[in-house]
């Protein structure tokens, strides 16, 4: 396999050998006999050694390292919660690497069983570290040209009558129909002025200590940008409205925003939407499994929470 290069990040063609070679030719006291490659993200590649250290490589056409690292430098003088430390940087910005954050993923499954003090605790910390992300300066962390932007309502609902809905129309017609219309009244979600986002706040990304069941750290900033507050609260609500509602009662953005939960519901149903679109290809009993629960929230995108 061949390790092609474009713009300083790496398509994915490389394998686990590859990538390790080229860390080893950057920091030739590492010890790469334990390794393992990690391909679950959306925007890297991730070689995991000595299941204690992490280097990130970027795929093409997403934002390098310096601006993720820059980030987080800042955050950590506002933020509590453990993030990637960045301890070893290829020089050329190609990749880098971490200690890994030690936890599991908060996965709903595993939410639904914590003790109810336990979950308001993780949900507190996740808010404050919410508050303290959002509130960073773009202007003193990069000047404003070199920041990417989340993309808008109108783009992701462009992508979805064009791709998605096409997509499934002769597979799931109702749903189709649902959806289309759903993407029509997103297009036109009205957004605040943007902010500093995680970009994608999904459990996967929650860390939790089986131990102790507080929240041990938040991963992939991969995709940091300026965008919708409300984006960073989606993932809450695979947890259900009350954690969603809880997380963004215990949230301080700095001022009022009436309609936070209400986008943030309407970003989830989108988010829900674009795994269905991403996985089209399995078949049509894999997209009616992931259909399943898409259904109900199509049909209640209207939500009013009297207390934002």
Known sequence: MLLAKSEGVFERLACVDQLAALVGQVFPLISLDDRRLERSGGDHDLLIVDESFAFRFPRSGVHGLALEIDVLRHLRRRSAVATPTYSHVDPAGRFGGYPLISGS?????????????????????AAVFL??????????????????SMWTPAEFAHRGLTEFVPAIAEDLPDQARAAGAFYARYRELELPPPVVVHGDLVYEHVLIDKDTLELTGIIDFGDIALGDPAQDFLGFWAYGVDAAARAIDLYDPGGPDA???????????????????ENVDRGPSARHDLAAGIDELLATDTFHNPRR
Request: aromatic share 6%; net charge positive.
């Open 131 to 148: 508050s303290a992300l959002h509130g960073l300066s773009p202007e003193v962390i990069a000047p404003v040209r070199q920041w990417p």
């Open 105 to 125: 993923a908060l996965t709903p499954a595993c939410f639904a069983v914590l003790p109810e003090d336990r979950r308001d605790g993780v949900l507190r910390a």
């Open 259 to 277: 309609g936070l939960i209400e986008r943030s519901r309407h970003h989830f149903i989108r988010y829900c939407l674009d795994r269905l679109l």
